[in-house]
């Protein structure tokens, strides 16, 4: 560059020279042709000599020395510019040209300051930018180091709890597997996802059907040779967390076998029902031994009624003066005698009720009956006893109802006993309401007392036979503990049900329903009706 430079500033000056003298020749010859005319060449050329050498050398000395100066003054702004220009391609800032001419390279030289500024400034910017962009980038590729790291180690916990959950699923199927009871565990559409091996002996059935439906795929029966419906749909979607079927009947290997089935609903971890699970529970040797319990009840039972009977003739022969007149506490003690007597037969009916029901012994004989008018009967045979306690019954809610096909006889042994027991556990002065009336395709009674209420702990075995209530037992000490047994298994012979709620110091509500398409008959050797002959 520099090189290249010099040959223009030579080039420059070489014309500069010429430029200058050529003129200068031209205008001397002129005034000298002008002002002394000669005759020849020589003339001229001795003119010349004479009157022109001292100033043509003074002129061209003077000429050297401009043609050296002025030049440099021209170039020495150029230099400068170069020297600039030299500086930027070296990547040095803020350059600037400092040019104290009036002509067009100090124009030249601004310009090149502005343009000096402003690429400083694109520059810097530039740098700025690259800067910024760099440290982002630096910034997103550590978060993104972090993220992989974060990502690397959610992996390798993923992978850690997946091994605990086979792990854990091991351990569920190898409990299961191992138990005594049948298990059968089936998703929210009711497919069998898993059964065991005790489900398998029980029902007959092996691991293929696994992914199929449980109500297609298992079949028992009821007691009364009906199939049991497994509706596990509906549990799905009402509000109960646990079910009890009826005692069924599976017919495996030509034996008879006595299952206790019940259904458990099961909850992911944000508290969603995704399937429930089948238990299934051999009972066949408990039923054998109920039955001979039963029996042995039965037997007893009757062989006490005839005893008891003659008894209870006597004493009230003996009340009555037939067999001679007695004073006054004599008859208070044989009324206490009679009383108690009274107490033990309905002991021993309840007893044979009791028998009955569970050996099938009992039949259902519906027929079209007003169950207003058996819950009339009902209400006046307790109203004895609720006036003894000046308890007020309220029927304001009791509504006529359709008559349907039902066991007069059987409904009628419920209600007394839903009523007497409301009346019985409630406090002195107090109220009892009773109401009655359709719900959708059923008939629905319930009766509200005051009473003591039943204790959460001792809800779940409340129409067990036999079983009171730690904090009435604590209260009354009258009861046998079968009159919510009996109601509970009348109400499933007469295809209804029976349940309750109750809070312990205020109260329980008791409910029935039966289906307005009535109760199905029954085969059995006695009715209840006829049960006390």
Do not use: C
């Amino acid at each position: 560059m520099a090189k290249q430079h010099s040959k223009i500033r030579n080039h420059l000056l070489f014309w500069y020279i010429i430029g200058s003298i050529v003129p200068l020749l031209f205008l001397v010859v002129a005034v000298i042709f002008y002002l002394a005319p000669v005759s020849s060449w020589i003339d001229l050329v001795e003119l010349i000599r004479r009157t022109l050498a001292i100033p043509l050398l003074a002129s061209i000395i003077l000429i050297l020395t401009l043609s050296i100066i002025i030049p440099r003054e021209i170039i020495r702004p150029i230099n400068k510019l170069q020297a600039a220009v030299d500086k930027m391609l070296r990547g040095e800032r803020d350059v600037l040209v400092d040019v104290d001419t009036n002509d067009e390279l100090a124009v030249l030289a601004r310009g090149f300051n502005e343009m000096t500024k402003e690429v400083t400034e694109v520059k810097s910017s530039l740098e700025k930018d690259v800067k910024d962009r760099t440290s982002a980038l630096l910034e997103t590729n550590t978060e993104l180091q972090d993220s992989k790291t974060a990502m690397l180690n959610i992996l390798e916990d993923v992978a850690s709890e997946k091994d605990k959950v086979e792990e854990q699923k091991t351990k569920i199927e190898a409990i299961i597997t191992s138990i005594d009871d049948g298990v059968v565990v089936v998703d929210n559409s009711g497919k069998i996802i898993l059964i065991n091996i005790r489900a398998q002996e029980f029902l007959d059935i092996n691991k293929d059907i696994i992914g199929q439906s449980v109500k297609e795929s298992i079949t028992l029966y009821l007691e009364n040779g009906e199939a049991l419906d497994l509706d596990i749909d509906n549990f799905l979607l009402d509000n109960r967390d646990v079910h009890i079927f009826p005692r069924a009947i599976s017919n495996n290997n030509s034996q008879k076998q006595y299952l206790e089935i019940g259904l458990t609903k099961y909850r992911n971890n944000i508290q969603e029902i995704i399937g429930a699970i089948v238990v299934i529970r051999d009972i066949t040797r408990s039923v054998e031994i109920d039955n001979m319990k039963s029996e042995f009840v039965s037997v007893a039972s009757h062989q006490l009624r005839t005893p008891l009977s003659a008894v209870r003739w006597f004493l009230e022969m003996l009340i009555e003066g037939d067999l001679g007149k007695l004073n006054s506490e004599q008859k208070e003690a044989i009324v206490d005698a009679l009383e108690s007597n009274n107490r033990m037969i309905y002991l021993v009916n309840d007893l044979l009720n009791v028998s009955r029901l569970e050996s099938a012994k009992i039949k259902v004989e519906p027929t079209l009956e007003s169950l207003n008018q058996i819950l009339k009967t009902a209400l006046k045979e307790a109203r004895g006893m609720a006036k003894e306690k000046n308890i007020k019954i309220i029927t304001k809610d009791i509504q006529i109802v359709p008559k349907i096909n039902l066991d007069k006889a059987l409904i009628g042994q419920v209600l007394q006993n839903l009523v007497s027991n409301a009346i019985k556990y409630s406090p002195n002065k107090s109220e009892v309401k009773i109401s009655l009336g359709e719900i959708g395709d059923n008939v629905q009674f319930s009766i509200k007392d005051s009473g003591y209420g039943v204790p959460k702990s001792d809800q779940s075995r409340i129409f067990e036979k036999f079983f009171r209530a730690d904090n009435v037992t604590r209260m009354e000490t009258e009861g046998t503990g079968l009159g919510l047994y009996i109601s509970k298994t009348v109400m499933e012979l007469s295809s209804g049900r029976i349940w309750f709620e109750s809070e312990e110091k205020k109260g329980s509500t008791f409910y029935i329903s039966l289906p307005l398409s009535g109760s199905k008959a029954r085969q059995g050797s006695r009715s209840l009706a006829n049960l006390k002959k």
